[in-house]
């Protein structure tokens, strides 16, 4: 890709999504990807499950959430579409070190695996983060998100084995930890040095980049995203949508649409603020359905 290209964003548009239509989903819930979700403590899980939801709501097939232990029972009866796996705690409720040894099969059978929604503590999210590259398989996509990104950069060389199948979402406090230093004015600058350090696909506010270069502008999007656990809705339909066989950057591109239009339709029914994360996803389907997919 030549300079030139690479300094012009693309306007993330319905047409432009049409023409890069998502793959045909599978017949089973297997052929429609198995994701897993690993994050929820003790004080969180409604993060996770969040955006598990939100996985299912895109079209994943299968769905496996990993949550803290004292929680995963109840998780189990509020999520019955998922199976739980409980993660091991220390105090307070918090994701214990070592707790990667309890998703090691679900990672390994994943077809993209999420981690983050829910974590609360930077020790037992930094060793999930740190032991996320060796648990899954050859070809699982990986999403960070959340606490897990507050803490992925001090465990990158850790990453290093995802490179090319990694997908990160930072708000721009955890995009100054991934890059070391203060975000500029230019958050297609920034989200372009992160894309290139962590060889991952980045959405950024409202910019998305990849690694190669390429960059995206969503186009749509009301104030009233900016809500509790609408962050983990977004991650729940990227981690989906790879699941259902999205390449990273198509994934994200179709997320952050989803993701605002679905905003756009509930600021017209509820008000343009005071809408839940929760409600969200609802909408996502019927904006899917808009897409033509």
């Given at each position: 890709?030549s300079?030139?290209?690479?300094a012009?964003?693309?306007?993330?548009?319905?047409?432009?999504?049409?023409?890069?239509?998502?793959?045909?989903?599978?017949?089973?819930?297997?052929?429609?990807?198995?994701?897993?979700?690993?994050?929820?403590?003790?004080?969180?899980?409604g993060?996770?499950?969040?955006?598990?939801?939100?996985?299912?709501?895109?079209g994943?097939?299968?769905?496996?959430?990993?949550?803290?232990?004292?929680?995963?029972?109840?998780?189990?009866?509020?999520?019955?579409?998922?199976?739980?796996?409980p993660?091991?705690?220390?105090?307070?409720?918090?994701?214990?070190?070592?707790?990667i040894?309890?998703?090691?099969?679900?990672?390994?059978?994943?077809?993209?695996?999420?981690?983050?929604?829910?974590?609360?503590?930077?020790?037992?999210?930094?060793?999930?983060?740190?032991?996320?590259?060796?648990?899954?398989?050859?070809?699982?996509?990986?999403?960070?998100?959340?606490?897990?990104?507050?803490?992925?950069?001090d465990?990158?060389?850790?990453?290093?084995?995802?490179?090319?199948?990694?997908?990160?979402?930072?708000?721009?406090?955890?995009?100054?930890?991934?890059?070391g230093?203060?975000?500029?004015?230019?958050?297609?600058?920034?989200?372009?040095?992160?894309?290139?350090?962590?060889?991952?696909v980045?959405?950024?506010?409202?910019?998305?980049?990849?690694?190669?270069?390429?960059?995206?502008?969503?186009?749509?999007?009301?104030?009233?995203?900016?809500?509790?656990?609408?962050?983990?809705?977004?991650?729940?339909?990227?981690?989906?949508?790879?699941?259902?066989?999205?390449?990273?950057?198509?994934?994200?591109?179709?997320?952050?649409?989803?993701?605002?239009?679905?905003?756009?339709?509930?600021?017209v029914?509820?008000?343009?603020?005071?809408?839940?994360?929760?409600?969200?996803?609802?909408?996502?389907?019927?904006?899917?359905?808009?897409?033509?997919?």
């Amino acid at each position: 890709m030549s300079n030139e290209e690479a300094a012009a964003p693309q306007h993330i548009t319905p047409n432009v999504l049409r023409e890069w239509a998502l793959p045909d989903p599978g017949a089973g819930k297997y052929g429609r990807g198995q994701v897993l979700v690993v994050g929820g403590a003790a004080h969180t899980p409604g993060a996770a499950m969040l955006s598990a939801l939100a996985a299912l709501r895109v079209g994943a097939g299968r769905l496996s959430l990993a949550v803290g232990s004292s929680v995963a029972n109840h998780v189990a009866v509020a999520v019955p579409e998922s199976g739980v796996v409980p993660l091991d705690e220390g105090e307070a409720g918090h994701v214990a070190v070592g707790a990667i040894e309890a998703v090691r099969e679900s990672a390994a059978a994943a077809d993209a695996v999420l981690v983050g929604p829910g974590l609360d503590e930077p020790d037992g999210a930094r060793d999930l983060v740190a032991g996320i590259a060796d648990a899954v398989g050859p070809d699982t996509l990986v999403v960070l998100d959340a606490f897990a990104l507050g803490v992925a950069a001090d465990v990158e060389e850790r990453l290093r084995p995802l490179r090319g199948r990694l997908v990160l979402t930072p708000n721009s406090g955890e995009a100054e930890r991934l890059l070391g230093r203060d975000c500029g004015d230019d958050d297609v600058a920034d989200a372009r040095e992160i894309a290139e350090r962590y060889g991952a696909v980045v959405a950024l506010s409202d910019v998305i980049a990849a690694p190669d270069g390429r960059a995206w502008v969503k186009g749509t999007g009301s104030g009233g995203l900016g809500t509790s656990g609408s962050g983990d809705v977004l991650s729940g339909v990227v981690v989906g949508l790879l699941a259902r066989g999205a390449e990273p950057a198509q994934a994200v591109a179709w997320a952050s649409y989803v993701h605002a239009a679905a905003g756009d339709r509930l600021a017209v029914q509820v008000g343009p603020l005071g809408y839940l994360a929760s409600e969200l996803l609802a909408e996502i389907p019927k904006v899917l359905v808009e897409l033509g997919r």
